[in-house]
């Protein structure tokens, strides 16, 4: 029975380190820094699961590591508890999303402490805390002022069942993520922010950035920076209207192949341009548009849908007249909302053509082996008139300047990026900090922030379709404090992004009342230099907070034009394995001859009845292969593991070394609760290393001895190991190296104590309750907390001896070991290395005719 006690010792530092604040960021200044975060967790009701303490326990490491190497530790937490889950919590219950949200906080909080974290505590901020989202609303006036805010009636995606605005990414198949309800799209006053006046500073700020190449290309195609051409197509003379078609293309050149022209269902010439004969049916095809997601819309796999206006425009290039359709796959929001259809260089243009039988002329040679449809490569141009036989680089340029001649056209620069949509039609978020006044907005002055949320009884819209906080008349109704005028509060709320744009910097100065952020801790403390969370954040979150520090550099209150140095996404953690196996007639079959084979009967097996075999699972005691897969965690699966259970059986330090120890940070990994069982005998080994079971004091083996050069090495080598793979986020093979150390010592008679605490040091970021323990047992009165980090000597790596292979004819035949001081002598190498048994025999019975010498790697004797 072992005397290794998790949850007493775990217990007992984690309520030391709290009373003596042992994680304090240092208020001086002398050191060099570094501020580690975590991406703000949102506290929901069901609690932490294992796969989130794993980027947390990353972070941690880092922070505990960085602090014994004499640097200032900025390592913060808090939460970002605004949100509509609290909000439907609340249209469900009555409970008040405030209180519903204060309790998540504390399951939170607590879940996070009993895994040892080394947080400030003292830091900890709340974006539903009116102390918080002052300063946001602050930051909003900013952007005000600066003309970034702009009200506007915008389509948007409108769910009447939940009574709010969804993104288009809450948005699937027409209904909404949460509930499943019906979404229309909708014109509806908003309030948005313009981000696309940083869209090219927000892609040139990537270049300089350590984060992954795929972030920076998701954030790149995201704000999809195109440059081309507008072009002017007239429209024909039968067309009830004089107005012109704005198209943006990319592809200039190929406006000789455009046969006909398609609209967006929103754009504001379908009604003027559609004939009486058309109008049902275009209306009809607007509406079931309505009903779609912007990604419904523009998926390259479904089926290209549309209706012919009726109308026709000209084509600028040839004169030609062209037919203008409406269809779903052209989007209001990109570009001008119409597009010139150029079927011979376009696949969707083609499949819209090839099934409304309409004409495709190519306008680029394919090579003499194309047999595809529309041809998108490199080429000559042809049938294209004076731009016939150019490159399609020539041909752009060519076009366009012959276009600006026209008078038809002229060189463009166009983005994917849309303003920022700001408002919810919700109650739980903040309110904005602005009043209405004889119908037109007004800031407030930043005396009268911040602008609290009212008490409200009823959580959803009103029966007039307005947001929650319009029910607070009392509230809505104010009094303009420059004029004394009637005013009306704007009643729509900031989304839940607003508050997590910029709460990297309140941990700086959380205390602070001049302003967001004190400058001079910003000074100090920008940029964070290590943010890790999952990838799921790739754009949105970290588009905006982007932006945001963009414009708050503008404003002169931050000193970096990017918040974010260093980033890395977690792997997701996914359930426990789950084994399929396949039976037909009641015999098995294999997994990959199963699928698609009538009446097979599906098994789920449990770990017990499978094995692994090579790379695949099998049926124990058979060859035969069974489907073994795993999900993500989710309640509707019944996969999640709650990391209090690990935590009570294994301790927190046997989860927090788990966790690491699956595989590389950045991989997707399963979780597996039997190998938790590894760690945890692993950390029982290095108690039993340095305590004796009956006493639980230090073993009679622990010495005040000089250690030998043999355990210098081992340690060093661990060493070496353990600080450059975490440096390099590599925490497995880290913990690997430290249980190869352990392995060695074992071996010991005796260990000497010097070595043992450099050995506790090393393993107090990862398992840091027990290294506390070991530690104080050592004699110590101080935490470990900010002992030194052990320093690397490559000199005790350096063997007494040199090894040498021999060779005979290139044949490895032995090996001798020879005094390092004796490594360069050829003479001395040669003669031990011809007296070596297996090697002597060869030169017996030959003639040796070479000796070929490698100082301090091989000899090699050639025979004959």
């Known amino acids: 029975m072992s005397s290794y006690n998790p949850d007493k010792i775990e217990s007992k530092w984690q309520q030391y380190w709290q009373s003596e604040k042992t994680f304090k960021t240092p208020e001086g200044r002398d050191k060099p820094k570094y501020y580690v975060l975590d991406m703000f967790p949102y506290p929901s009701g069901s609690g932490l699961h294992v796969g989130h303490p794993e980027g947390y326990t990353a972070t941690d490491i880092l922070a505990r590591y960085k602090r014994m190497n004499g640097f200032n530790v900025l390592h913060p937490i808090g939460w970002d508890a605004f949100g509509l889950p609290a909000e439907q919590y609340a249209v469900k219950t009555g409970t008040h999303p405030r209180d519903t949200t204060k309790k998540n906080i504390n399951r939170f909080r607590e879940q996070l402490q009993s895994l040892g974290f080394s947080y400030d505590w003292d830091r900890e901020i709340n974006t539903t805390d009116p102390d918080y989202y002052k300063w946001t609303q602050w930051i909003f006036l900013k952007l005000y002022e600066k003309g970034l805010a702009y009200e506007d009636d915008v389509p948007v995606n409108w769910c009447p069942e939940l009574g709010t605005v969804l993104a288009n990414e809450e948005v699937i198949d027409g209904k909404s993520e949460v509930g499943g309800f019906p979404v229309v799209k909708k014109p509806m006053r908003q309030w948005v922010l313009k981000i696309t006046e940083y869209a090219d500073r927000l892609l040139e700020g990537l270049e300089d950035l350590d984060w992954p190449q795929s972030t920076k290309d998701m954030q790149r195609n995201w704000i999809g920076k195109s440059i081309g051409a507008e072009i002017d197509f007239e429209l024909a003379d039968e067309a009830d209207t004089s107005a012109e078609i704005k198209v943006f293309t990319t592809r200039p050149d190929t406006i000789f192949g455009a046969t006909y022209m398609v609209l967006a269902p929103e754009h504001e010439l379908v009604d003027s341009i559609t004939t009486e004969e058309q109008r049902e049916a275009v209306e009809q095809y607007k509406e079931g548009a309505a009903q779609k997601s912007d990604l419904e819309r523009t998926e390259l796999s479904k089926e290209k849908t549309g209706v012919f206006t009726g109308g026709y425009a000209v084509n600028p290039a040839n004169g030609d007249k062209i037919p203008v359709w409406v269809a779903d796959?052209?989007?209001?929001?990109?570009?001008?909302?119409?597009?010139?259809?150029?079927?011979?260089?376009?696949?969707?243009?083609?499949?819209?053509?090839?099934?409304?039988?309409?004409?495709?002329?190519?306008?680029?040679?394919?090579?003499?082996?194309?047999?595809?449809?529309?041809?998108?490569?490199?080429?000559?141009?042809?049938?294209?008139?004076?731009?016939?036989?150019?490159?399609?680089?020539?041909?752009?340029?060519?076009?366009?300047?012959?276009?600006?001649?026209?008078?038809?056209?002229?060189?463009?620069?166009?983005?994917?990026?849309?303003?920022?949509?700001?408002?919810?039609?919700?109650?739980?978020?903040?309110?904005?900090?602005?009043?209405?006044?004889?119908?037109?907005?007004?800031?407030?002055?930043?005396?009268?922030?911040?602008?609290?949320?009212?008490?409200?009884?009823?959580?959803?819209?009103?029966?007039?379709?307005?947001?929650?906080?319009?029910?607070?008349?009392?509230?809505?109704?104010?009094?303009?404090?420059?004029?004394?005028?009637?005013?009306?509060?704007?009643?729509?709320?900031?989304?839940?992004?607003?508050?997590?744009?910029?709460?990297?910097?309140?941990?700086?100065?959380?205390?602070?009342?001049?302003?967001?952020?004190?400058?001079?801790?910003?000074?100090?403390?920008?940029?964070?230099?290590?943010?890790?969370?999952?990838?799921?954040?790739?754009?949105?979150?970290?588009?905006?907070?982007?932006?945001?520090?963009?414009?708050?550099?503008?404003?002169?209150?931050?000193?970096?034009?990017?918040?974010?140095?260093?980033?890395?996404?977690?792997?997701?953690?996914?359930?426990?394995?789950?084994?399929?196996?396949?039976?037909?007639?009641?015999?098995?079959?294999?997994?990959?001859?199963?699928?698609?084979?009538?009446?097979?009967?599906?098994?789920?097996?449990?770990?017990?009845?499978?094995?692994?075999?090579?790379?695949?699972?099998?049926?124990?005691?058979?060859?035969?292969?069974?489907?073994?897969?795993?999900?993500?965690?989710?309640?509707?699966?019944?996969?999640?593991?709650?990391?209090?259970?690990?935590?009570?059986?294994?301790?927190?330090?046997?989860?927090?070394?788990?966790?690491?120890?699956?595989?590389?940070?950045?991989?997707?990994?399963?979780?597996?609760?039997?190998?938790?069982?590894?760690?945890?005998?692993?950390?029982?080994?290095?108690?039993?290393?340095?305590?004796?079971?009956?006493?639980?004091?230090?073993?009679?083996?622990?010495?005040?001895?000089?250690?030998?050069?043999?355990?210098?090495?081992?340690?060093?080598?661990?060493?070496?190991?353990?600080?450059?793979?975490?440096?390099?986020?590599?925490?497995?093979?880290?913990?690997?190296?430290?249980?190869?150390?352990?392995?060695?010592?074992?071996?010991?008679?005796?260990?000497?104590?010097?070595?043992?605490?450099?050995?506790?040091?090393?393993?107090?970021?990862?398992?840091?309750?027990?290294?506390?323990?070991?530690?104080?047992?050592?004699?110590?009165?101080?935490?470990?907390?900010?002992?030194?980090?052990?320093?690397?000597?490559?000199?005790?790596?350096?063997?007494?001896?040199?090894m040498y292979p021999i060779q005979v004819n290139g044949k490895v035949r032995g090996e001798i070991h020879v005094p390092r001081e004796k490594a360069g002598d050829k003479e001395y190498v040669l003669a031990e290395a011809k007296a070596v048994e297996n090697v002597a025999k060869y030169l017996d019975n030959g003639h040796l005719v070479k000796e070929i010498f490698v100082p301090e790697r091989i000899v090699n004797l050639v025979v004959k």
């Not at 449809?373 to 294209?384: M, P, R």
């Not at 607003?498 to 403390?525: H, I, K, N, Q, T």
């Not at 695949?616 to 073994?628: C, H, I, L, N, P």
């Open 329 to 802: 796959y052209v989007l209001a929001t990109y570009g001008t909302g119409a597009i010139m259809a150029v079927p011979g260089q376009d696949e969707r243009d083609w499949e819209f053509a090839e099934k409304f039988e309409l004409p495709i002329i190519r306008t680029v040679q394919p090579p003499e082996d194309f047999e595809g449809k529309a041809y998108t490569g490199e080429g000559k141009a042809i049938n294209s008139d004076f731009l016939n036989g150019l490159d399609i680089e020539e041909a752009k340029q060519k076009t366009i300047e012959w276009l600006e001649v026209q008078g038809a056209g002229k060189k463009a620069v166009n983005y994917k990026l849309r303003d920022w949509l700001f408002s919810r039609q919700r109650y739980w978020g903040e309110p904005f900090p602005i009043i209405h006044v004889d119908g037109e907005p007004k800031p407030l002055d930043e005396d009268q922030l911040p602008v609290t949320l009212p008490d409200v009884e009823d959580f959803e819209p009103t029966e007039e379709g307005d947001p929650p906080l319009a029910r607070a008349e009392d509230w809505v109704k104010t009094t303009d404090p420059e004029t004394g005028k009637p005013a009306l509060r704007e009643t729509n709320t900031m989304p839940q992004w607003a508050g997590s744009c910029w709460y990297y910097l309140r941990f700086m100065s959380p205390e602070f009342e001049g302003g967001p952020v004190d400058p001079e801790a910003e000074s100090y403390w920008s940029p964070v230099d290590m943010y890790v969370g999952g990838a799921e954040h790739s754009v949105l979150h970290l588009l905006y907070a982007r932006f945001w520090h963009k414009v708050l550099y503008d404003c002169g209150l931050v000193s970096t034009s990017e918040p974010f140095q260093r980033l890395v996404h977690q792997g997701m953690i996914l359930g426990e394995m789950e084994y399929t196996g396949y039976k037909k007639e009641g015999k098995w079959v294999s997994a990959d001859e199963a699928e698609g084979t009538e009446d097979v009967e599906r098994l789920k097996l449990d770990e017990n009845q499978v094995e692994k075999k090579d790379d695949y699972f099998v049926v124990r005691g058979t060859d035969v292969k069974v489907e073994a897969k795993a999900h993500k965690m989710s309640k509707s699966r019944g996969n999640v593991v709650n990391p209090d259970d690990v935590i009570d059986q294994y301790g927190a330090d046997s989860m927090r070394l788990y966790e690491m120890f699956m595989g590389p940070l950045e991989q997707v990994k399963p979780w597996s609760t039997k190998d938790v069982d590894g760690v945890y005998r692993f950390l029982n080994r290095v108690w039993r290393l340095m305590i004796d079971e009956d006493s639980g004091e230090l073993n009679d083996t622990v010495t005040e001895g000089d250690p030998t050069k043999e355990q210098l090495k081992v340690l060093h080598e661990c060493i070496r190991k353990v600080t450059g793979d975490i440096e390099d986020l590599s925490f497995n093979t880290a913990i690997s190296a430290m249980m190869i150390f352990v392995n060695d010592a074992n071996k010991w008679e005796s260990h000497p104590k010097s070595v043992l605490e450099s050995f506790v040091k090393l393993l107090s970021p990862f398992a840091p309750h027990i290294a506390e323990e070991l530690w104080q047992k050592m004699g110590h009165k101080v935490s470990i907390t900010y002992a030194e980090w052990p320093e690397f000597n490559a000199e005790y790596l350096i063997s007494d001896t040199q």
